[in-house]
């Protein structure tokens, strides 16, 4: 993976941190949801491993190396305690032992409260790098015990980086409702998930809700409520991405975006939620709105 060039200044600091041999044991990386903290992690994980950077490192066999993802929407506590035991004792053949917690903020207290011994206290030579692009769902306790590297963002950059990659597709829909991050449309695209403008329009007037429904439930309803969400809220700010909701009141408008946003919290928070009940019972409100 090549660096993006909105991190190349961060990529800079991080070279300096590495040459000085002043790499905190604790790093916590922070980006903005759809601007590759994954990406930057994944490079520097690598150079700290003394890896070519442009392998995969969460794919990666490697006996100083472990990549640890969340499990649905959690990363579960025996997972964590299993990173602590690979944490135990110092790197084998790289210059470093190198641990990634990605997505860090879908820790629990419960897992949080397990890795918080060797965050205060880690073994020498081990590195624990953690990505989010949610700082504050982390615990006060485990933010304090790493050093912190906030990731830019750069709108022209990333809409000239994005066009690059996909010159054939006309991407402002997708930048509109990924709310302009680059990574997210490009992963949109990959996995065909186009614009949803037209289906929103339909299901307004009833159109196709309980295909809709199981639609959204396969593909992920917190993607889908995300995007969802802005076209609300531009409705709300006076724009007109979605002509239909032009008659809906305010007030209800603000209503709904509320149930957006709380159904959104739901699913990105636990492994139960009923994703097809809930698109059924978003839907059903959505098309509500236009009820006298």
Same mark, same amino acid.
């Given at each position: 993976?090549?660096?993006?060039?909105?991190?190349?200044?961060?990529?800079?600091?991080?070279?300096?941190?590495? @040459?000085?041999?002043?790499?905190?044991?604790?790093?916590?990386?922070?980006?903005?949801?759809?601007?590759?903290?994954?990406?930057?992690?994944?490079? #520097?994980? /690598?150079?700290?491993?003394?890896?070519? !950077?442009?392998? $995969?490192?969460?794919?990666?066999?490697?006996?100083?190396?472990?990549?640890?993802?969340?499990?649905?929407?959690?990363?579960? !506590?025996?997972?964590?305690?299993?990173?602590? *035991?690979?944490?135990?004792?110092?790197?084998?053949?790289?210059?470093?032992?190198?641990?990634?917690?990605?997505? =860090?903020?879908? %820790?629990?207290?419960?897992?949080?409260?397990?890795?918080?011994?060797?965050? *205060?206290?880690?073994? &020498?030579?081990?590195?624990?790098?953690?990505?989010?692009?949610?700082?504050?769902?982390?615990?006060?306790?485990?933010?304090?015990?790493?050093?912190?590297?906030?990731?830019?963002?750069?709108? =022209?950059?990333?809409?000239?980086?994005?066009?690059?990659?996909?010159?054939?597709?006309?991407?402002?829909? #997708?930048?509109?409702?990924?709310?302009?991050?680059?990574?997210?449309?490009?992963?949109?695209?990959?996995?065909?998930?186009?614009?949803? @403008?037209?289906? #929103?329009?339909?299901?307004?007037?009833?159109?196709?809700?309980?295909?809709? &429904? *199981?639609?959204?439930?396969?593909?992920? #309803?917190?993607?889908?409520?995300?995007?969802?969400?802005?076209?609300?809220?531009?409705?709300?700010?006076?724009?007109?991405?979605?002509?239909?909701? $032009?008659?809906?009141? @305010?007030?209800?408008?603000? %209503?709904?975006?509320?149930?957006?946003?709380?159904?959104?919290?739901? /699913?990105?928070?636990?492994?139960?939620?009923?994703?097809?009940? %809930?698109?059924?019972?978003?839907? $059903?409100?959505?098309? $509500? /709105?236009?009820?006298?």
């Amino acid at each position: 993976m090549s660096l993006l060039p909105w991190h190349l200044g961060s990529a800079r600091a991080a070279e300096a941190s590495i @040459a000085s041999d002043r790499v905190p044991q604790g790093w916590l990386v922070v980006g903005t949801e759809g601007w590759g903290e994954r990406e930057f992690g994944n490079w #520097l994980a /690598l150079r700290l491993l003394d890896l070519a !950077v442009e392998l $995969d490192a969460s794919v990666l066999a490697h006996p100083d190396l472990l990549w640890a993802v969340p499990e649905g929407a959690l990363h579960r !506590v025996d997972a964590i305690r299993a990173l602590v *035991e690979f944490a135990q004792g110092g790197p084998q053949v790289a210059p470093r032992k190198v641990i990634v917690l990605e997505q =860090a903020h879908a %820790m629990n207290r419960n897992a949080a409260n397990a890795l918080l011994k060797t965050l *205060e206290e880690p073994p &020498s030579g081990v590195h624990l790098l953690l990505l989010t692009s949610r700082p504050g769902q982390l615990l006060a306790t485990v933010r304090s015990r790493c050093q912190r590297s906030v990731l830019p963002i750069d709108g =022209a950059s990333g809409v000239a980086w994005l066009t690059a990659q996909l010159p054939d597709v006309d991407v402002e829909s #997708l930048l509109f409702e990924q709310g302009g991050a680059p990574l997210a449309v490009l992963e949109a695209h990959a996995n065909a998930r186009g614009p949803i @403008a037209e289906a #929103l329009d339909g299901a307004l007037r009833g159109a196709g809700v309980k295909e809709l &429904s *199981e639609r959204w439930a396969n593909e992920g #309803l917190a993607d889908v409520t995300g995007r969802w969400l802005r076209y609300v809220q531009d409705a709300l700010a006076g724009g007109r991405r979605l002509p239909a909701l $032009d008659p809906v009141p @305010a007030r209800r408008l603000a %209503m709904f975006a509320q149930e957006l946003q709380w159904i959104r919290r739901q /699913l990105l928070a636990s492994n139960s939620v009923n994703e097809r009940l %809930m698109a059924e019972r978003l839907l $059903d409100g959505w098309r $509500d /709105l236009l009820k006298a």
